[in-house]
C-alpha cells in the first residue's frame, strides 16, 4: 500500500471477503488515521471446505493535503484451504521425502514404489513356493532312496 500524506485513510476487505451483516470478521471495515500515521489490519478466513484461489486487492482511499482523493490496491494474495484428510497427506508426504533423503517427494513416486514392491513380493512369493516344491520333491526321493536301502539289509 502506498502511504500518503493525507487527513484521512479508508481501507475496505477485499470483495470476495466482504462479510455478511452476521459475519465473524472484526468490525468496524473502515479505519480512519491521521495524517502519517500507519495502520496494520489482519483478518483471518477460516473456510469451511477446501479450495484455492486469490484473493482481491485490498483498497486504500485517502484525501491527500491537496484535498485530491486517491486510492491504492494491494497485491492480490493466494489462497489455499486443505481439508484435515489434505493436510495429513501433505505432512506425512514431507516426512516421506524426510525420510528417503529427497527420493520420494511425490504421490506418483509413492506409487510406482508400491507397484514395485508388489511385483518384488509377487515374484519372491512365487521363488519360496518354487523352492518349497523342489525341497518336497527331494525330500520323497530321500525317503524312497532310504526306504530301498533298509529293504536291501
Known amino acids: 500500500m502506498k502511504r500518503g500524506s493525507g487527513a484521512k485513510k479508508k481501507s475496505d476487505p477485499p470483495p470476495s471477503v466482504r462479510p455478511a451483516s452476521n459475519s465473524t470478521l472484526p468490525s468496524p471495515?473502515?479505519?480512519s488515521l491521521a495524517a502519517g500515521a500507519t495502520a496494520r489490519l489482519t483478518y483471518t478466513l477460516t473456510p469451511k471446505r477446501p479450495l484455492s484461489?486469490?484473493?482481491?486487492?485490498a483498497v486504500v482511499s485517502y484525501t491527500s493535503d491537496s484535498n485530491v482523493k486517491r486510492s491504492a490496491h494491494s497485491t492480490r494474495?493466494?489462497?489455499?484451504?486443505?481439508?484435515?484428510?489434505q493436510d495429513a497427506?501433505?505432512?506425512?508426504m514431507k516426512v516421506g521425502s524426510i525420510l528417503?533423503?529427497?527420493?520420494?517427494?511425490?504421490t506418483e513416486q509413492y506409487r510406482s514404489l508400491a507397484i514395485?514392491?508388489?511385483?518384488?513380493?509377487?515374484?519372491l512369493g512365487a521363488w519360496a513356493v518354487w523352492r518349497g516344491a523342489g525341497t518336497a520333491v527331494a525330500s520323497r526321493k530321500r525317503a524312497r532312496a532310504l526306504k530301498e536301502v533298509e529293504k536291501m539289509r
Open 116 to 123: 514395485a514392491s508388489g511385483v518384488g513380493g509377487a515374484v
Open 100 to 106: 528417503s533423503l529427497g527420493v520420494l517427494r511425490t
Open 89 to 92: 497427506l501433505r505432512k506425512a
Open 29 to 31: 471495515l473502515s479505519h
Open 53 to 57: 484461489g486469490s484473493l482481491d486487492s
Open 77 to 85: 494474495a493466494g489462497i489455499t484451504a486443505l481439508s484435515p484428510l
